[in-house]
């Protein structure tokens, strides 16, 4: 052959590498999907069986733990009790000494997203396999108008969906507001399963609308009994603030964070807090990064306010420094918004994570490849913004967390599951070990050692943020709607098994209430005019 073809074709080949990576344990089989070193010949562990015993662990619940057996028929939580007897039909799994809790519940996540001009790398196969292989067994997606249009948004993240591996449910993000997003709105709550829209308050000129629209929003969702969600950041305040980077020639990764400080974070989450409360609805505050935000949670809580504060894997452990590595690829990875604060921000939302003040941890799993992230290789403004954290957050909040005494097992099972539950009104179907629920189960040996590495993860993606950090606590068995589709370091999941949950709204944990709180204000109101 032409030793130019073979040169090409080479070539050719490293590209594709490249632009589209999958981490070389990922092996993909005609049938079956299973990822490890077993060139696709299932452990003894991964088949069909509709029966599964779990003997002898710690069962954890957000509000119990108890020594008991679970037994799991049908895709459902059959039993929990001490000593269970079973026949020879029954996959028996020992987890003496270790914990068995419910699957993690993630609240933030953004699979095959067109934004910023690409794709996420991570799609609804990859992604929700990653995080299987993680511990978590459900997860909540982003779905992004298409052409304005919400219903035809929702129907395209039906298409993207059809390959998932678990179960999933959808937020809906408005960028716009007229009399047919609000018609669409209701559609979607009445008939879609969608009980949550998301509300920019960042991204000037693209996604963001305006307190005006946020107000009538906000109307709507109360209206409809949906949960409003804002990302919070000044966005006029953040396009000065690139323009004063660019001006300034400071154009890397750096640019970033310097350009949307912390109190921009702090002045939006606390107008949003306050807009809510005019309106008197709940408010979710997605991916709290800040002191500055947390400290607005802190005050609108106190004060009785319906306010949920989550914070992000990424916020919770990583500090600013990264971002100015000299290696535009090290440091473009990190880049995500808000920004991934300066030393001690992380801890200060440990610290309010433990004492309740923030309440569930997602992970704004958003991955791109150095590919991508390199197209703001000459302007930060152009870099793809999101970081990985699907696979990784059951281990790193569990390491971070309660390893180190900050938090009890069974609060790790509230922040990381029951909480996202309740909040979207799907408790106890999910996020619980309880008779009747859905057989979303982890085994976790609280011995065992991790190590977290793009090499190995199951993420698309050829960069990790969480690279070489080592931990304790690992995730040895997930189990999904009834089926072991982690063991033995291998994952088994089939395309196309994941279903769609419907979250109704009228969440009784947000809502309870609120018609007698209004009904008491009108009633002041009308004694004062009386009077």
Known sequence: MDLSIIRLSSFIILLLSFTFP??????????????????????????????????????????????????????????VRP???????????????????????????????????TQTIDDFFSGQAAALAGGTTMHIDFVLPSNGSLLAGFQSYVEKS?????????????????????????ILVKKKGINSFKFFMAYKGSLMINDELLLEA???????GALAMVHAENGDAVFEGQKRMIELGITGPEGHPLSRPSLLEGEATGRAIRLAAFINTPLYVVHVMSIDAME???????????????????????????????????????????????LGHGKSLQNALSRGILQLVGTDHCTFNSTQKAFGIDDFR?????????????????????ETGQMSVPDFVRVTSTECARIFNIYPRKGAILVGSDADIIILNPNS???????????????????GRRGKGKVEVTIARGRIVWANDQLTVDPGTGNYIEMPPYSSYLFNGIDKADALYLSSLRRQFKA
């Open 382 to 402: 152009k870099i793809p913004n999101g970081v990985n954290g699907i696979e990784e957050r059951m281990h790193i909040v569990w390491d971070t967390m309660v």
């Open 296 to 342: 607005e949670i802190t005050k609108a809580r106190k004060k009785g306010l319906r306010v949920i504060g989550e914070p992000v894997v990424s916020g919770l452990v990583l500090d600013d420094s990264v971002l100015w590595d000299p290696d535009f690829t090290t440091a473009a990875k990190f880049v995500m918004s808000p920004p991934i604060r300066g």
């Open 22 to 79: 999958i981490s070389d344990c990922n092996q993909f089989c005609e049938a079956e999907i299973e990822y490890g070193d077993s060139d696709c010949k299932a452990s003894p562990l991964h088949h069909r069986s509709s029966k599964i015993l779990i003997k002898g662990g710690t069962v954890v619940n957000a509000h119990h733990q108890e020594i008991a057996d679970v037994y799991v028929e049908d895709g459902l939580i059959a039993a």
């Open 162 to 186: 059809r390959k998932a591996c678990m179960d999933y449910g959808f937020h809906m993000a408005i960028t716009k507001w007229d009399e047919t997003v609000s018609r669409e709105m209701e």
């Open 218 to 224: 906000f109307k709507r969702c109360k209206a409809l």
């Open 449 to 467: 050692t991790f190590e977290i590495t793009s090499k190995s993860h199951h993420s698309r993606s050829d960069t990790n943020v969480y690279e």
């Open 83 to 117: 000593n269970i007897k079973v026949g020879d039909d029954v996959t028996v799994l020992d987890a003496t000494g270790k914990f068995v809790m419910p699957g993690g519940i993630d609240p933030h996540t953004h699979l095959a997203m067109d934004f910023m001009g």
